[in-house]
């Protein structure tokens, strides 16, 4: 018997629910695309029916519906900015590693 599957995203750019898949599917989840080629048929069907579609199992819904939150509004926390020990570069928290010499986030600065 097949998995029962919901609806986590839908929209009318097809970009950007590709890019929702992407972020799903690099959390090593499931995902399914539907729809993705009805635009052209807006008008004669609902166009809420033409828009692609990311869909996953049911059992995933909450863990893809948060990431899919993050992937558009961005994380909850923000983590602070940090120094660089090894050459003062300061960073935006957002960075794991100093962009400057490639130096890991010590961790005293690790994200929240």
Request: net charge negative.
């Given at each position: 018997?097949?998995?029962?599957?919901?609806?986590?995203?839908?929209?009318?750019?097809?970009?950007?629910?590709?890019h929702v898949r992407n972020v799903i599917e690099n959390a090593?989840?499931?995902?399914?695309?539907?729809?993705?080629?009805?635009?052209?048929?807006?008008?004669?069907?609902?166009?809420?029916?033409?828009?692609?579609?990311?869909w996953v199992d049911a059992e995933i819904e909450a863990p893809?519906?948060?990431?899919?939150?993050?992937?558009?509004?961005?994380?909850?926390?923000?983590?602070?900015?940090?120094?660089?020990?090894?050459?003062?570069?300061?960073?935006?928290?957002?960075?794991?590693?100093?962009?400057?010499?490639?130096?890991?986030?010590?961790?005293?600065?690790?994200?929240?």
């Amino acid at each position: 018997m097949a998995a029962v599957q919901v609806c986590v995203f839908r929209h009318p750019n097809v970009l950007l629910v590709s890019h929702v898949r992407n972020v799903i599917e690099n959390a090593g989840l499931s995902v399914t695309l539907r729809n993705l080629t009805l635009a052209g048929g807006a008008g004669e069907l609902p166009p809420d029916q033409c828009e692609a579609e990311v869909w996953v199992d049911a059992e995933i819904e909450a863990p893809a519906s948060e990431l899919v939150r993050e992937a558009l509004d961005g994380p909850a926390v923000v983590a602070p900015g940090w120094r660089c020990p090894g050459c003062a570069e300061q960073l935006e928290g957002v960075f794991d590693r100093c962009w400057q010499c490639g130096r890991e986030r010590p961790a005293e600065f690790a994200s929240i």
